[in-house]
């Protein structure tokens, strides 16, 4: 039959065969494919999880403080958290002499005083300085140069906790002195809301509260720098020919070591590098360069800005190389109201009585009865 209908048996099984196979072929590719899709669906799930879980919290953790820091002008104006520093005077003198060019602040600013004790060591008025600043917080800034070997151990609950800044010695009369000066307004330049300095030592005092002094100071045209000048054996005598033509004899001026400027002034101080050299070669003891290098520069460099007065009362009438020091039998009425009616001076350019603000030296054994005059005298 398969002879007669025309039909070879061998073709009909290679076509059977031929028809099952790709059928075969079929079934295992779509398996294939079923189970490529799975295990794609399976990655894609476990590779999203552990992202969330693992990576998307570092991701945060690196671009939000970013964002945070950038869009806060305060995080990169505001002070130092702490006044320790690896900063070298070099250093410190080049930081401290940035200045805006844009006179108008574009963020809210309060002005503070800074107030710089130049010290050996303890504070022996602390407690009265802890009264006189009572209630102020904002309206000032401590910074505190002693002897690099000495330890504070103000509780922190004392406004001169953590107060010192990194120190050297400072010797009488030489120039060591008139840097620990620069560091300290260096330092106290690098909060930029401290608009006037004042230079002061263990052993001074306050001779009035903290509202009449920030009003007076802040509110002053001038900065209080005594400077004059002296021909006698003290103030000419002491200028020495190789300062010219820098500093000229016409330029020698005197005045006392405590003063109290202005930021402009301070910067003024701390950017100096042309009558620096100078007064630290030429100016020597019997040449006391405390006495003579802030207040000669700044009478040639900025004369129009000094009041040529300073505003911490000291007592020369004894004589000798130093002031007098008032101790525990000073302190009475009389003694204070004898300052207060001390010779009239200019404020602004305008007649006034109030002309000190600060004394000094104070012994230690008077801060006992100062403590207990303090409200009705001092009014703090």
């Known amino acids: 039959m398969a002879v007669e209908e025309g039909k070879d048996p061998a073709v009909t099984s290679r076509t059977s065969q031929s028809r099952t196979l790709p059928m075969r072929f079929i079934h295992f590719s779509m ?32 671009i939000m403080p970013c964002f945070h820091d950038t869009s806060n002008i305060e ?26 060019r844009i006179k108008n602040y574009p963020f809210k600013r309060v002005p503070k005083i800074a ?26 800034s401590i910074y505190i140069h002693s002897m690099p070997s000495y330890m504070a151990d103000f509780p922190p609950s004392s406004v001169f906790y953590k107060r010192q800044i990194p120190s050297q010695i400072a010797e009488w009369g030489r120039m060591s002195m008139c840097d620990a000066e620069r560091r ?27 509202s009449i002094v920030y009003r007076y100071i802040s509110r002053s045209r001038y900065s209080f720098m005594g400077s004059f000048d002296e021909p006698g054996p003290y103030g000419r005598g002491r200028y020495n020919g190789n300062m010219a033509p820098e500093v000229n004899i016409t330029d ?30 030429f100016c020597t003891p019997a040449c006391y360069v405390d006495e003579h290098y802030f207040q000669t520069m700044l009478s040639i460099e900025t004369p129009h800005l000094l009041a040529n007065r300073s505003l911490t009362y000291v007592d020369w009438s004894r004589g000798g190389a130093h002031p007098a020091t008032f101790g525990q039998a000073d302190i009475k009425e009389d003694f204070f109201k004898k300052i207060s009616e001390s010779k009239p001076c200019l404020y602004n350019n305008q007649p006034t009585t109030v002309c000190v603000l600060f004394a000094r030296k104070f012994a230690p054994n008077s801060l006992v009865p100062l403590l207990e005059i303090a409200s009705k005298v001092l009014s703090f």
């Not at 799930?45 to 919290?57: D, E, L």
């Not at 010290?119 to 917080?137: D, I, Q, S, V, Y």
């Not at 004042?198 to 903290?210: G, K, W």
């Open 31 to 62: 398996l294939c494919l079923f189970l490529g899709l799975g295990v794609s669906v399976f990655s894609l799930y476990t590779i999203r999880y552990f992202k969330y879980q693992n990576v998307a919290p570092v991701a945060q953790s690196k």
């Open 75 to 100: 995080s990169w104006i505001r002070p130092p958290s702490t006044l320790l520093h690896t900063m070298n005077d070099t250093e410190l003198l080049w930081r401290a002499s940035f200045v805006p």
């Open 115 to 140: 107030f710089m004790f130049l010290t050996k060591g303890p504070l022996p008025m602390a407690p009265l300085w802890e009264r006189f600043f009572k209630g102020h917080k904002g309206l000032y």
């Open 252 to 281: 020698w001026r005197k005045g006392s070591q405590w003063f109290e400027v202005s930021r402009q002034l301070a910067i003024k101080i701390v950017e100096d590098t042309t009558y620096y050299p100078k007064f630290r070669e």
């Open 184 to 210: 300290l307004l260096a330092n106290a330049l690098l909060d930029i809301s401290n608009e006037w300095f004042v230079l002061l030592s263990e052993a001074c005092i306050p001779l009035t509260n903290f």
